[in-house]
């Protein structure tokens, strides 16, 4: 039996893979001379799985239950075609304002049914939406503890906590403030996997965490922030957790996690000079910053050379005057020389793809109209994502756990009405509303153009048995391909299920 049971999925993208924050935390307790056990495809479950568990693993030894919610959606194995098949804006607001894929009156019985057999076990939540998605808690008073932000730290004075009979004081723990997490511990860290406890399939792509946080200060992003130049792994400690996982599990593909793996010259030559090292042949995939190709055209070949297989852009606008305003100085006519070179560099070996944001400041319908017909007709981007401008509270007491972005501390400033909410903000002959419209009618407008696999879905669509060349052909296009996708996704659930005794 085990200390401590970590529930995850990461049930709103095609493909499968691991969600790289449970597996961290489940590290930490082991370091720390914890017995994990790691519970996956948690939307797949019912009340018989929920209590699958509970009888295998559980038991009076076991401190509490934890649940992941990062990635948790609200997206169910059963509604998977018509999600993939109808995308509809209404998805995204289920995917982002959930804690767990079930509503709470289901996860009540869950939870009463756990209590009744061992009053003594906590249940413990954490992830990025603790902190982002607050109001959230209310609808979830029947779980013991929170922890909002990174819980590195927290994980074990919770662990310790519990295991000592020490009273725990505060319902919601605010990591950084509470329970700091040094930046050299992190440097040294890497995720340990564990091949029973974890359920690890051989030659299974794994996520990675190179650097945590983000050095560019895009005036509409609320990603966490860090200094140039910090809270990046020692290479010693990636080489080795590189060499243990190609021995214990032949994994050789990774979904690195970074905000910004080519965020400086030195760190993008380190992971080259890394990956090229190995006694065998790695290949990623993960988020770059195009411009910096412009200051640093060797990134071409680096990224080339160092193994990634997709990659995402963060172009966010073709509009040159947005770009100066939000940090992003490239005009379409760099975009596009840019991204040539690497698509005369790299032909189909990369499949590539940028996140956009409609509704920045100065754009208009018209701006926007602009970078949809670009995107229907240029040659170089496989694969998009869209999303409407974000503004959100400007609430500092979350500011443990995140960052705010100019736009969200002043949004008059930049030219938002924010008048019945900032989630509701208007500029220019554009809203919120509008903009979520936009991005709904465009996807379903360029859904055989765009490919769904690019950045980290890669590497899921590679865990489901995919190839590189059937990966060229995955749209929302391709319905045939989708519904093999959902097909082995759902037989990969068995399978781990019959494994684990679920």
């Not at 049914?113 to 413990?124: A, H, M, R, S």
């Not at 947005?322 to 990369?350: D, M, P």
């Not at 670009?374 to 509270?393: H, R």
């Not at 749209?475 to 019959?498: Q, S, T």
């Amino acid at each position: 039996m085990y200390d401590v049971v970590l529930f995850s999925d990461t049930n709103g993208s095609i493909g499968w893979g691991r969600d790289a924050g449970a597996y961290t935390i489940a590290s930490q307790l082991r370091r720390n001379g914890y017995k994990v056990k790691t519970i996956d495809f948690f939307s797949f479950f019912d009340f018989n799985k929920f209590k699958n568990v509970i009888g295998n693993y559980v038991s009076e030894r076991t401190l509490f239950l934890g649940f992941s919610c990062t990635h948790m959606t609200s997206v169910l194995p059963q509604n998977l075609e018509d999600y993939y098949m109808n995308y509809q804006t209404k998805y995204k607001d289920n995917i982002v304002n959930v804690y767990l894929p079930f509503p709470p009156d289901t996860v009540i019985e869950w939870f009463a049914y756990v209590k009744e057999l061992y009053p003594n076990i906590k249940t413990v939540v954490g992830g990025l939406k603790v902190a982002h998605k607050i109001l959230l808690q209310r609808k979830y008073p029947f779980i013991d503890l929170w922890v909002g932000g990174l819980a590195d730290s927290s994980i074990i004075y919770i662990a310790d906590s519990l295991k000592n009979n020490i009273n725990i004081p505060k319902k919601l723990i605010k990591s950084e403030i509470d329970q700091p997490y040094p930046e050299e511990e992190f440097c040294n860290s890497s995720i340990q996997w564990h091949k029973i406890d974890d359920t690890i399939f051989e030659g299974e792509a794994l996520p990675i965490e190179i650097a945590r946080g983000c050095p560019f200060k895009c005036t509409f992003c609320d990603f966490p922030k860090r200094k140039k130049n910090t809270w990046i792994k020692n290479k010693e400690t990636i080489k080795k957790e590189l060499i243990y996982n190609y021995e214990n599990f032949g994994t050789t593909q990774y979904m690195i996690s970074d905000s910004q793996i080519n965020e400086s010259i030195h760190k993008m030559k380190m992971v080259h000079e890394l990956f090229t090292s190995l006694p065998f042949k790695i290949e990623w995939t993960g988020f770059c910053r195009l411009e910096l190709l412009k200051i640093y055209p060797e990134m071409v070949d680096l990224i080339y050379e160092s193994g990634c297989k997709s990659v995402m852009w963060g172009i966010e606008t073709i509009n040159p005057n947005t770009g100066k305003i939000i940090g992003k100085n490239t005009n379409l006519k760099q975009i596009e020389y840019l991204l040539n070179l690497c698509k005369e560099r790299w032909g189909n070996e990369i499949i590539t793809g940028s996140g956009f944001v409609f509704g920045l400041p100065n754009e208009t319908e018209e701006t926007i109209k602009d970078l949809t017909n670009w995107l229907t007709v240029q040659p170089y981007l496989d694969s998009w994502v869209i999303s409407a401008l974000y503004i959100g509270d400007y609430d500092t007491k979350k500011s443990y756990a995140k960052s705010f972005s100019k736009i969200q501390q002043d949004p008059e400033k930049y030219g938002y009405s924010t008048k019945e909410s900032p989630d509701k903000w208007s500029h220019n002959n554009i809203s919120r509303d509008s903009m979520l419209n936009t991005v709904e009618e465009f996807y379903h407008e360029s859904r055989h153009l765009r490919s769904i696999v690019a950045k980290h879905c890669y590497m899921r669509c590679l865990n489901l048995g995919f190839t590189h060349k059937e990966l060229l052909k995955a749209n929302l296009g391709n319905e045939d391909w989708v519904h093999e996708a959902i097909k082995r996704y759902r037989e990969m659930a068995e399978k781990y299920f019959k494994i684990n005794r679920i």
